[in-house]
């Protein structure tokens, strides 16, 4: 074994050292040469820091160029890549340290007092810093190290990122990649998606996250393209780079095509040069997608995927884009549905639990076999995602399996009550859970987003979802909300919403 899986692949797709990669937000143009002489540097540093081949490399920094460069350099330096979301407090950053146990932890300059004694105490022997202009501790003395580094050799098998999942029930557990995964996911939606080097993506997303770092920057490498890189999206900046011929392309979460369809320049002549709007990380309300369609005459292309597969489905690049639906298995990739408690496989149509198997599928949980063991059923791994695959194909999502409501007996998916009460004029969004009840098991119960100046009742949403929905369906209660809990990638949080709403049928006969 002589090359670095992913990066030698990475590095045979430059086109040449002076080809844009990245436009910084002050202008600045960061160019692939540049990225290869910044990352040895940086790889250089974790050498000398004490980093060897399979070691974890901890990172909990702001988006910058600097600190997409270090994730290439853990890379060159065999390392196992790290990132951590940037909100996560110093006493949750505590767990992810002990359990992985970096040699290196990179950190935000405001916090380096408390993460030295932190890493002190847990025994992580060095602690750099990046702040978000790209100055700190570890660029600093990364100055001290040639432009040039010999890429560490790493096989397909070797680990290349641990993610870890949000953990809403029990600890958060490590995905662990590797440079297989890596590479076989972001070179599929390469060629699915038809990247090229004369694509220009709008990058605005986090970097800490599969969608930002593993899907949108590995593909944007892997097809010698270039980006507009910036640490956050703003729409109104978005639309003036898109009718300036500046950007072929944008990966977002559903909030970028809400709050991009919130102004008022959004029309197709402003969109005519854009190749490809692509939506994940959450579920995009098909009335979204709808209304993007109608104002720029682009279908957003909505995808499937999570921390521990990178992507699994993707509608079609040519074919149609359905709303409500994740699209087709991605090319060498299986996706079943089976019985929840038999593990059957379940005919077109029905609802079960989507299972996949491919080159994309992770190695398993850091340091949990059993856990690993009981999430994989005949070589598929068993995603939590409860789903159907219609006679098209096309997979559809109707909700997490620990979002399932079980009232009276009968199951209820919320993703279907959702769908009702958001065709109910005056509604923006719902979320459907399922909390305690003393006779049915659980309530089904709606939370509730209202258009501005909207007078929406809970009884007139009641009205409304009667000859809808089966009755063991209808929502027992409806509360209103400003807003619904969300994480940084724009997911509902469910497990709020069931603890703040767990004691409503407390005294319910």
Known sequence: MSENHLFSAIRAAIPSLDKPLATLADGRVETYGDALALSARLAGLLVARGVKPGDRVAVQVEKSWPALALYLAAVRAGAVYLPLNTAYTLNEVEYFLTDAEPTVFVCRPEIEAEARALATRLGVPCVETLSTDGTGSLTEAATAFPTTFADVPRGPEDLGGILYTSGTTGRAKGAMLTHANLLSNAQTLKDYWRFTADDVLLHALPIFHTHGLFVASNIILLSGASMVFR???????????????????????????????????????????????????????????????????????????????????????????????????????????????????????????????????????????????????????????????????????????????????????????????????????????????????????????????????????????????????????????????????????????????????RNVA
Not at 474 to 482: L, T
């Open 231 to 505: 640490s956050k999206f703003d729409p109104k900046e978005a639309l003036q780079l898109m009718s300036e011929g500046k950007v072929t392309s944008l990966m977002g979460v559903p909030t970028f095509y809400t709050r991009l369809l919130d102004q008022p320049g959004l029309t197709r002549e402003a969109t005519a040069k854009m190749r490809l709007f692509v939506s994940g990380s959450a579920p995009l309300l098909a009335e979204t997608h709808r209304a993007f369609r109608e104002r720029t005459g682009h279908a957003i292309l909505e995808r499937y995927g999570m921390t521990e597969t990178g992507m699994n489905t993707s509608n079609p690049y040519d074919g149609e884009r359905i709303a409500g639906t994740v699209g087709l298995p991605l090319p060498g990739i299986n996706v079943r549905v089976t019985d929840p408690e038999t593990g059957a496989a379940l005919a077109v149509g029905e609802i079960g639990m989507i299972e996949v198997k491919g080159p994309n599928v992770f190695k398993g949980y850091w340091r949990m076999p059993e856990k690993t063991a009981s999430e994989f059923h005949d070589g598929f791994f068993i995603t939590g995602d409860l789903g159907k695959i219609d006679e098209t194909g096309y997979v559809h999502i109707v909700g997490r399996g620990k979002d399932l409501v079980i009232t009276g007996g009968f199951n209820v998916y919320p993703k279907e009550v959702e769908g009702e009460i958001d065709a109910i004029p005056g509604v923006v969004e719902s979320a459907v859970i399922g909390v305690p009840h003393p006779d049915f098991g659980e309530g089904v119960t709606a939370v509730v987003v209202l258009e501005k100046g909207a007078a929406l009742t809970e009884d007139a949403v009641h009205k409304a979802l009667e000859n809808r929905l089966a009755k063991f369906k209808q929502p027992k209660r409806v509360f209103f909300v400003s807003e619904l809990p969300r994480n940084t990638m724009g997911k509902v949080q469910k497990n709020v919403l069931r603890d703040t709403y767990k004691d409503i049928y």
